[in-house]
Nanobody, 123 residues
């Protein structure tokens, strides 16, 4: 599967952005999907994940209550709605996919990665 992330940009603190990740292929609905972020000089870290059906979602503690992950299997797309953004959310955001669902919190749990989209939150 090939992934294309979009929707990043520059926003003021307290603002919102919606990231999208479009996937190629006819088996998108079988994949667990995740979002990760990587700030300069830091390791890539988990943000959110969603099961193949959308019935289960997972969040990093730092984004709970502010970010929402969702998917539309008919459109082969996963979304990350980001509200109440903070300067510390500034990073490149990557979407990822894997057929397995046992290790959603770790980069090693995903076989496929998109190219990343930059999110910058100004104070």
């Amino acid at each position: 599967v090939q992934l294309q992330a979009s929707g990043g940009g520059l926003v003021q603190a307290g603002g919102s952005l919606r990231l999208s990740c479009a996937a190629s292929g006819r088996t998108f609905s079988r994949y667990t999907m995740g979002w990760f972020c990587q700030a300069p000089g830091k390791e890539r870290e988990f943000v959110a994940a969603i099961s193949w059906s959308g019935g289960s979602t997972y969040y990093a503690d730092s984004v709970k209550g502010r970010f929402t992950i969702s998917r539309d299997n008919a459109k082969n797309t996963v979304y990350l709605q980001m509200n109440s953004l903070k300067p510390e959310d500034t990073a490149v955001y990557y979407c990822a996919a894997d057929l397995k669902s046992g290790t959603v919190y770790y980069t090693t749990g995903y076989s496929y990665w998109g190219q990343g989209t930059q999110v910058t939150v100004s104070s």
